[in-house]
């Protein structure tokens, strides 16, 4: 299991050291020595230093790493080095070096309470705040994630379908590999020890139901499900459950958490094209144009556009004409980056671009890497549907009804590339 | 659903981000601890000194906070000991958690002062807050001194059975504390018991912690059996996992795979009850439920539905892995590297997931293209060519040559897209990149290797590269293709001599190629270069100090001038055809990394035992056995430790080469490698003694040359000989073993020269140095099962016995023997042909279990009249014949005929049907069995590839043995 976790600052200065087994020896001074003094790439997050394996992660500019003797599971390691930092960007926000700091005593408190001799141990936020908020209440239920008496005078759910669409375009228009990745992820400020069944437009849902009914209902409802491809889910869902009749029911944590994750590949809605020309005038000028096409309802309206052609290492000089929004040609990112506030749906822009090169007598081509883009959209790409999220608590006298609820779909770019 | 519509608008309405954490702040401790870090001033640690034994509350509070500030950052501050210690009794659980802190760092270095804390820890173990008493118990466990160990046995017995299961998941963990400092006493004490008890704890997350504390207790103890894990147990476990948090889950799935079912059904359901967490958010969680997985999927039947489903099952969650971060993608991409090489069915769709992309971090592309060269296929060769394509003009030296081996792989793999392949990799040789264009000399050599006489246009556009090549494995291909086709290169002599300038500068690999490329220069031109043969055949022996090249270079100029022609032969023999896949990991190494996914030994693609000390890793894992791989698992369920032992192959190199790699085994047998590596090693030796040569001399095999490192193994093992006494043990007849071991090293008996070889059946570590190798025989209508038994132990060996168990067959030995407790029934899975034996001596019983082949069930009088055979061929019935290939057999029908008379298959009839030889054989088992073959037999045409055979049994089981058998004799 892990024998020791550090956090270091950039400079390799340890901030926060807790040792849970001897044999790892002078673990924390090794990694410094070793991985962060060393000042390269890094070429693996796994290092093995005089037999003793490290594993570790960054934030922003702070290095987390768990030390070990033995074969750990090392899936595991990472998932708790992850885990750490959303605990702790949960208590303090965001993990900087001075709110590590400011928040030491606090870490070791967090660290004593989820790592046990290395053994990672109930790591979910809301049920720490009660062991380490200072109260002498409430200890290990029969629930992990949720203690008990929450009470609230309002019910109330929030749900956010949120998704990120990733999309490899080949410089013809040609889709080489396109996939949406999103995320349920709720925020319950629910009374008591609450039931949730959560549906969506899933299509092996669908199809069931629509077996039963007429065949009206599938050519109705048949038409919006989607196919997902695989899903997982916070460890508040019944797995089982899911497994056998496909529903999705759980007992809530408290406040926020991520109730699944889920990836499509079919009939994903691609919300822009890029469709670049670049054309090489000379050794020393090069045109690029570059068009994107909006394809989605024109009622509605993307946001924060914005479009990253790279140049040449090379580049001397660019002169740019955009039909939409600011370009600007950013030296020191070797990119030429294309910001426009608002597009509606339906619609289509485009930029040139005339680049400069200094002569250059080296043999090695320029490797092109592909335009990339950023958005968000207000709907779902992937197609999906929040059909319904029914609450129910036998013990308390509020019903489904009375729980305020409220959804909202954001699709943003994940990696959104077209190769030019 | 109206709810959704009618309340959307107002939410959207909110901006991005929507809802701000504010109640974060009031956990963080006032956002003024970062003033601990900065007091660095002289005289701090009297000034520290003082605030601690303040009476006021607050002050000793900071004072602390200073002093765990300072620890951290690495000042001593153990003088501070007694002062910190004095402030541990306090109701403030904030300043007792930082006192405790700092006790676990310096209790170690003051042991004595330590024992002043014993008493609040007893204390607060019965404190009524059971927040206080689980900090207390394990806070305790943490402090490594052996006299406070001894206080810590009563607070952890009242905490294991603790009203409350915060503190009893508590006190499970520091059972494992305890037994790390001191494991007699957690033994002496009887915790281990009451861990066990907590497996049936009402509460999962005390049940996760039981189960991981003894997981890694068990560990230290490989033998013990501790982790009693029967279907009772399983079941509680399984139902535990449904309940308790995803680090919960991880224990218990880690420890269900150390678990090897009964039989097929149970580990279906296990299967079953454990696919749901392929879908939990937690990574860790799901590699761990693969392991599982993939370890007992080995039990099922192939043909069963299910089967089919967990493997359709496993593939969606493998993917969803690749869009976790980075790092957790790494871990997922070795681990599916280990996957696809046991079971390539699974992800053979999905490549485009494996694609690159622009920013993953380099060891995730890395990663990434290992994969795709092992998924790609013809199907989806064109997809994979363009992305290599792309890849090899990316910035990354280590990547772009990777990705340009790729392309040399694809057209290795692919035959169709071979030439594609050659075009491109001639593409990027003209980029003129120094480290694109070396890495594709090496591939090209290879693909030379795999097309001979069909790309060797290419070689002048290599040869204007010679110049830039500066790295050793270039320079050796490109001498090698130089050497290789001497002939089409008019200036090859030019180009070599210009090598052999600068000799003695060269790395190995590039002398020894040198070496073996002039030699072939020399026997296709031999006028023109018999001064460069001279100058380089001293060069390698007069002035090198390098054995091999000196060894290679003698044999060279020895068969030169002794005899030319066989020099000819030798060093321009034809090449053995080279391997499709390259850096497959070696299958039994591949079977324990499966038993171990997820863990750091998949990351590395090493056992646990290259990189753990101690007894943790000396403990081998085995996929349970299925068709004819893998030995038992390491389970403490002795049911199932018995199944098949690999056929470690020995070579029929008659008796001394067997007992010389024997010998190679002994050196150590206590501390010994274990069985894998000792596999190797014979294998190694072997190559050496026998294949070795060859390859020694003409052919330079994968590793350009690197085979023919010396093995010094060979010879040092010849001096410490131990016992071996080869024994024939007939199975008629027995009861001489006693005698012929007390002899004690005496000369071994002559076995007869056609002995097939001998395989490991019982190797010495399992059996307390007893090591039982052996082949089964039919001689003269008797059938015989002949063993070595090896004594690798220290002391003498007496009072052998042995007994089958119950086998398909009927076979037993046929002298009066010893009875023996029964070995577990006959699993369903192991084939007809096993033989579970036990055999005893004076020291232990062991068993073990072999395979024989079937043929020496065949008996003499197994030939069936015509006319029975013609009606016995209509009277079975069709669902019971089994039709088979054989590839690769070039025998005509009457030398197959009379091939296979000899192991008792008897020809009746043949006829010529469409340029068809048809042969319809019988043959009849000891027990009654007929078996009826019709082979088929591509007449006139001596290079057939392909014979096919039907077979018809009433018994329609052993049809797969009998065609293994068919196989094995027309092959041989």
């Not at chain 2, 704890?201 to 039981?210: F, L, R």
């Not at chain 2, 646990?608 to 000396?618: D, I, K, L, M, N």
């Not at chain 2, 009277?875 to 590839?887: A, C, R, V």
């Amino acid at each position: 299991m892990i024998g020791g976790l550090f956090i270091y600052n950039h400079k390799g200065e340890v901030l926060i050291s807790r040792v849970y087994r001897d044999d790892i020896g002078n673990a924390v001074d090794a990694f410094r020595v070793n991985v962060i003094h060393a000042r390269q790439q890094v070429r693996s997050p796994v290092t093995n230093i005089a037999r003793t394996s490290f594993l570790h992660v960054k934030r922003s500019n702070i290095w987390l790493a768990a030390a070990t003797k033995q074969n750990v599971n090392a899936t595991m390691v990472f998932e708790f080095l992850y885990k750490m930092c959303d605990v702790m960007a949960a208590y303090f926000g965001k993990i900087s070096e001075e709110n590590v700091k400011n928040n030491f005593v606090l870490i070791y408190e967090l660290l004593d309470e989820i790592l046990d001799f290395g053994y990672p141990q109930n790591s979910e936020t809301g049920a720490l705040k009660t062991f380490i908020t200072h109260s002498n209440t409430v200890v290990t239920g029969q629930i992990g994630w949720r203690r008990e008496g929450i009470k609230y005078r309002r019910n109330e759910l929030f749900l956010d379908v949120l998704e990120s669409v990733n999309l490899l375009m080949s410089p013809q228009g040609q889709v080489l590999s396109a996939h949406v990745s999103g995320r349920v992820v709720m925020k319950s400020y629910l009374s008591g020890m609450p039931e949730c069944k959560f549906g969506m437009n899933d299509k092996i849902v669908i199809d069931k139901q629509g077996k039963g009914g007429g065949s009206e209902d599938v050519a109705k409802s048949g038409k919006q499900s989607i196919a997902i491809d695989d899903c997982t889910f916070h460890q508040c869902v019944r797995l089982s459950k899911f497994d056998t009749e496909r529903s999705i029911s759980f007992i809530p944590p408290d406040g926020d958490y991520e109730l699944m994750r889920y990836r499509t590949t079919k009939d994903i809605i691609l919300p822009f094209r890029v469709i670049p020309l670049v054309r090489e005038v000379g050794r020393t000028r090069l045109e690029v144009k570059v068009v994107i096409k909006s394809n989605f309802k024109s009622s509605l309206l993307a946001q924060k556009i914005e479009v990253r052609i790279p140049t040449p290492l090379t580049t001397s000089g660019v002169q740019l004409i955009c039909m939409k929004g600011k370009a600007k040609y950013k030296a020191s990112e070797n990119a030429i980056v294309w910001k426009v506030k608002r597009m509606a749906g339906m619609k289509e822009s485009q930029i040139s671009a005339e680049i400069e090169l200094l002569p250059t007598n080296d043999k090695k081509k320029w490797a092109r890497p592909p335009i990339s883009m950023n958005f968000e959209v207000p709907f779902a790409p992937s197609g999906l549907k929040v059909r319904y999220l029914k609450v129910f608590e036998p013990k308390l006298n509020y019903s489904d009804h009375d729980v305020i609820k409220w959804v909202r779909y954001i699709g943003r770019s994940g990696i959104y590339e077209t190769r030019c | 659903d109206t709810w959704i519509s009618t309340q959307k608008k107002i939410h959207s309405q909110l901006s991005l981000p929507v809802y701000p954490l504010q109640e974060n702040r009031q956990f963080g401790s006032k956002m003024t601890d970062s003033k601990y870090f900065t007091t660095t001033k002289k005289g701090e640690i009297f000034e520290l000194k003082a605030e601690l034994n303040s009476d006021k509350k607050e002050k000793k509070k900071e004072a602390v906070k200073k002093v765990i500030a300072s620890m951290t950052v690495g000042k001593d501050v153990s003088a501070l000991f007694p002062d910190v210690v004095n402030c541990m009794q306090t109701d403030n659980l904030e300043l007792k958690k930082l006192v405790y802190l700092y006790l676990m760092n310096y209790a170690k270095s003051q042991p004595d002062m330590a024992i002043m804390a014993v008493n609040t820890f007893v204390k607060d173990c019965e404190d009524p807050n059971p927040l206080i008493r689980a900090l207390a118990v394990r806070t305790m466990g943490c402090i490594r001194v052996d006299k406070i160990t001894e206080y810590l046995c009563e607070p952890l017995r009242k905490c294991l059975k603790d009203e409350d299961p915060y503190v009893r998941k508590t006190a499970a963990v520091c059972v494992a504390k305890l037994h790390d400092i001191n494991a007699q006493l957690v033994e002496d004490q009887g915790f281990l018991d009451t861990l066990k008890d907590l497996i049936s704890d009402s509460n999962p997350m005390v049940v996760a912690n039981a189960v991981a504390a003894l997981s890694e207790i068990a560990e230290s103890h490989p033998n013990s059996n501790l982790l009693d894990l029967n279907p009772q147990t399983i079941n509680k476990l399984l139902t535990a996992l449904n309940e308790c948090t995803e680090w919960g889950q991880i224990f218990i799935l880690d420890c269900l795979a150390n678990y090897t079912p009964r039989d097929d059904r149970e580990s279906q359901s296990i299967c079953e009850r454990v696919t749901p967490r392929l879908s939990h958010a937690n990574s860790a969680v799901v590699l761990s439920a693969v392991k599982v997985l993939m370890k007992f999927m080995e039990m099922l039947p192939k043909d069963l539905d299910y089967y089919g489903t967990l493997l359709k099952k496993l593939a969606p969650p493998l993917v969803t892995l690749l869009s976790a971060e980075p790092e957790l993608q790494y871990v997922a991409l070795r681990n599916i590297n280990l996957i696809v090489q046991r079971r390539p069915e699974i992800l053979k769709h999905e490549m485009k997931v494996f694609f690159v992309k622009y920013n993953d971090p380099i060891y995730v592309k890395l990663e990434k293209l290992d994969i795709m060269i092992r998924l790609a296929s013809q199907a989806n060769i064109a997809q994979v060519l363009a992305e290599l394509k792309e890849y090899a003009t990316e910035v990354d030296v280590d990547f772009v040559r990777k990705a340009v081996r790729a392309i040399g792989r694809c057209a290795i793999k692919v035959e169709q897209s071979a030439e594609r392949c050659v075009s491109t990799l001639l593409d990027l040789i003209q980029t003129k990149v120094n480290y694109v264009v070396q890495e594709a000399i090496v591939v090209i050599k290879d693909i030379f290797r795999k097309y001979p006489n069909k790309y060797e246009s290419v070689i002048a556009t290599l040869c204007e590269n010679l110049d830039s090549l500066d790295e050793p494995e270039a320079r050796a291909a490109m001498i090698w293709i130089v050497g290789e086709y001497a002939e089409r290169i008019d200036n090859a002599d030019e180009l070599l001599e210009s090598f052999l300038e600068g000799f003695h500068d060269e790395s190995t690999q590039v002398q020894l190629q040198l070496l073996t490329a002039i030699v072939k220069l020399f026997l296709k031109k031999p006028t023109e270069t018999q001064e460069l043969v001279q100058q380089v055949l001293s060069l390698a022996t007069q002035d090198s100090d390098n054995p091999d090249l000196r060894d290679r270079g003698y044999i060279y100029w020895r068969l030169l001038s002794t005899d030319p022609v066989a020099a000819k032969e030798v060093v321009l023999a034809e090449k053995p055809l080279i391997s499709e896949e390259t850096d497959l990991i070696e299958p039994t190494l591949l079977e324990e990394l499966i038993c171990h996914i997820g863990t750091l030994a998949s990351v590395y693609h090493k056992p646990p035992s290259a990189f753990v000390e101690g007894s943790r890793g000396v403990q081998h894992k085995r996929l349970p056995g299925s068709a004819g791989s893998g030995e038992s698992v390491e389970s403490p369920d002795p049911g199932a430790a018995a199944t098949e032992t690999p056929p470690a192959v020995i070579p029929s190199q008659g008796d001394l080469l067997g007992d010389l790699l024997n010998l190679d085994l002994t050196p150590t047998t206590t501390t010994g490698p274990p069985p894998p590596t000792t596999s190797g090693m014979q294998m190694g030796a072997m190559d050496l003694l026998s294949g070795g040569l060859d390859s020694l001399m003409g052919d330079e095999s994968e590793p350009l040359g690197g085979d023919i490192g010396g093995n010094p193994a060979m010879g040092a093992a010849f001096g410490a000989a131990p016992a071996t006494m080869p024994a024939s043990f007939n199975a008629p007849g027995s009861g001489g073993l006693d005698d012929l071991f007390d002899l004690g090293g005496g000369v071994g008996m002559p076995m007869g020269a056609l002995n097939p070889p001998k395989a490991v059946w019982l190797p010495a570590m399992k059996a307390k140095g007893l090591e039982i190798s052996g082949v089964f025989v039919r001689r003269a209508g008797v059938i015989q099962m002949e063993m070595t038994l090896t004594n690798k132990a220290m002391s003498v060996m007496t009072d052998f016995a042995i007994q089958f168990n119950r086998n398909s067959f009927g076979l037993a030995p046929a002298g009066p023997l010893q009875i023996l407790t029964p070995l577990s029934p006959n699993q369903s899975i192991e084939p007809l042909n096993n033989l579970q034996v036990a055999v005893k001596n004076n020291i232990d019983v062991f068993y073990f279990s072999c395979q024989y082949p079937i043929s020496m069930l065949f008996v003499e009088d197994g030939k069936m009249e015509r006319q029975v055979f013609l009606a016995t061929w209509k009277d079975i019935p069709n669902d019971n014949e089994s039709q088979f290939q054989i590839k690769d057999c070039h025998l005509n029908s009457d030398a197959a005929s009379n091939k296979l008379q000899s192991s008792n298959i008897f020809t009746i009839a043949k006829r010529t049907v469409e340029g068809q030889d048809m042969l319809y054989q019988s043959m009849k088992l000891t027990n009654g069995i007929w078996v009826l073959a019709e082979l088929r037999v591509q007449a006139g045409n001596p290079n057939y590839t392909v014979s096919s055979i039907s077979l018809k049994c009433r018994a329609p089981e052993v049809s797969q043995c009998v065609f293994q058998n068919y196989e094995a004799v027309l092959k041989n």
